[in-house]
């Protein structure tokens, strides 16, 4: 079982990066993408439930990013408009085979799969 996050790179303020969070090995029901910034914790970003296709977004990336999924359910995408220096981070996709309730999406511990992480550097 494996989750490869993909897509980061450097971009311009007001730019935009789309992530990637390819999953092999099975399929999962709750995907979530979680960043770290240089000496802080890692923080939710936002989570997608396939059952009913819920959402849940972090209050700093609202209306800014948007997560869809591959319809062959093999993974999730993350669209980030809008970037800021503040979203400079290393960006991790998560998995988990249980349909998460809501509350439980942004527990970075309630994912029992996690990927290697991709950069995200937005500059000023």
């Known amino acids: 079982v494996q989750l490869q996050a993909s897509g980061g790179g450097l971009v311009q303020a007001g730019g935009s990066l789309r992530l990637s969070c390819a999953a092999s090995?099975?399929?999962?029901?709750?995907y979530g993408w979680f960043r770290q910034a240089p000496g802080k914790e890692r923080e939710f970003v936002v989570g997608?439930?396939?059952?009913?296709?819920?959402?849940k977004y972090a209050d700093s990336v609202k209306g800014r990013f948007t997560i869809s999924r591959d319809n062959a359910r093999t993974g999730v995408y993350l669209q980030m408009n809008s970037l800021k220096p503040e979203d400079t981070a290393v960006y991790y996709c998560?998995?988990?085979?249980?349909?998460?309730?809501?509350?439980?999406?942004?527990?970075?511990?309630?994912?029992?799969?996690w990927g290697q992480g991709t950069q995200v550097t937005v500059s000023s």
């Open positions: 998560a998995a988990d085979s249980r349909s998460l309730i809501l509350s439980s999406m942004a527990d970075n511990n309630a994912y029992a799969y």
């Open positions: 090995g099975r399929t999962f029901s709750t």
């Open positions: 997608f439930r396939w059952s009913g296709s819920t959402t």
